[in-house]
């Protein structure tokens, strides 16, 4: 199985930082890796898909990069609605694989 | 608009089965692929599998396989999710998912079935 692997585990930062995510597959996936927003006892929101690509409806400060093995996710002018916990999900290979997830917070 | 709504929660014992399902309105069920995510309580996410509901086929995760059947009814636009031999192990959030187009982008999720096993 593919493992992903995401830097940092949480993180709290201040409303109008920019916020970066990381995330580290095991092998090789291209750019098939999508980021999920998942707030407390609700269902995980598509936010970017193949690495890049901006879901629609999805504010234009959230942003994705990376290809082959190492991602990132980049949040800018950080909103008090971001507080929410973030993963990566490659589908390059099955099984479809998440990372552990990012918690971020607001200080 | 694309809705996916699922089956209340269930109390089940170790060793019983349990049956989820995804009534699902807004979009030709058949043309895409259904998955089943689950997370455990505080737990990341972990993909199950897959179903085609155009012809029924199904792709497991090999850590379910034995234990799982997906299945779908295209007459009602329902998925069907059934783990059978549950143990503690498997209390849990259960959701389905719609994909973006052919691949594996989880656009639309249901809101989540939380399935308890416990004695």
Redesign the interface.
Not at chain 2, 30 to 52: K, S, T
């Given at each position: 199985d593919i493992q992903m692997t995401q830097s940092p585990s949480s993180l709290s930062a201040s409303v109008g930082d920019t916020v970066t995510i990381a995330c580290q597959a095991s092998q090789d996936i291209s750019n098939f890796l999508n980021w999920y927003q998942q707030k407390p006892g609700k269902a995980p929101k598509l936010l970017i898909f193949d690495a890049s690509n901006l879901e629609t409806g999805v504010p234009s400060r959230f942003g994705g990069s990376g290809s082959g093995t190492d991602f990132t996710l980049t949040i800018g002018n950080l909103q008090p609605e971001d507080v929410a916990t973030y993963f990566c999900q490659q589908y390059d290979r099955v099984p479809y694989t998440f990372g552990q997830g990012t918690r971020l917070d607001i200080k | 608009q694309v809705q996916l709504v699922q089956s209340g929660a269930e109390l089940k014992k170790p060793g019983a089965s349990v049956k989820v399902s995804c009534r699902t309105s807004g979009y030709n069920f058949p043309g895409y692929y259904l998955?089943w995510v689950r997370q455990a309580p505080g737990q990341?996410?972990?993909?199950m599998g897959r179903i085609n509901p155009k012809n029924g086929g199904t792709?497991y995760?090999?850590?379910f396989q034995g234990r799982v059947t997906m299945t779908s009814d295209t007459s009602i636009n329902t998925a069907y999710m059934e783990l059978s031999g549950l143990t503690s192990d498997d209390t849990a959030v259960y959701?389905c998912?719609k994909v973006?187009g052919l691949?594996?982008?989880?656009?639309y999720?249901?809101?989540?079935t939380l399935v308890t096993v416990s004695s």
């Amino acid at each position: 199985d593919i493992q992903m692997t995401q830097s940092p585990s949480s993180l709290s930062a201040s409303v109008g930082d920019t916020v970066t995510i990381a995330c580290q597959a095991s092998q090789d996936i291209s750019n098939f890796l999508n980021w999920y927003q998942q707030k407390p006892g609700k269902a995980p929101k598509l936010l970017i898909f193949d690495a890049s690509n901006l879901e629609t409806g999805v504010p234009s400060r959230f942003g994705g990069s990376g290809s082959g093995t190492d991602f990132t996710l980049t949040i800018g002018n950080l909103q008090p609605e971001d507080v929410a916990t973030y993963f990566c999900q490659q589908y390059d290979r099955v099984p479809y694989t998440f990372g552990q997830g990012t918690r971020l917070d607001i200080k | 608009q694309v809705q996916l709504v699922q089956s209340g929660a269930e109390l089940k014992k170790p060793g019983a089965s349990v049956k989820v399902s995804c009534r699902t309105s807004g979009y030709n069920f058949p043309g895409y692929y259904l998955h089943w995510v689950r997370q455990a309580p505080g737990q990341g996410l972990e993909w199950m599998g897959r179903i085609n509901p155009k012809n029924g086929g199904t792709n497991y995760a090999q850590k379910f396989q034995g234990r799982v059947t997906m299945t779908s009814d295209t007459s009602i636009n329902t998925a069907y999710m059934e783990l059978s031999g549950l143990t503690s192990d498997d209390t849990a959030v259960y959701y389905c998912a719609k994909v973006k187009g052919l691949a594996a982008r989880f656009e639309y999720w249901g809101q989540g079935t939380l399935v308890t096993v416990s004695s």
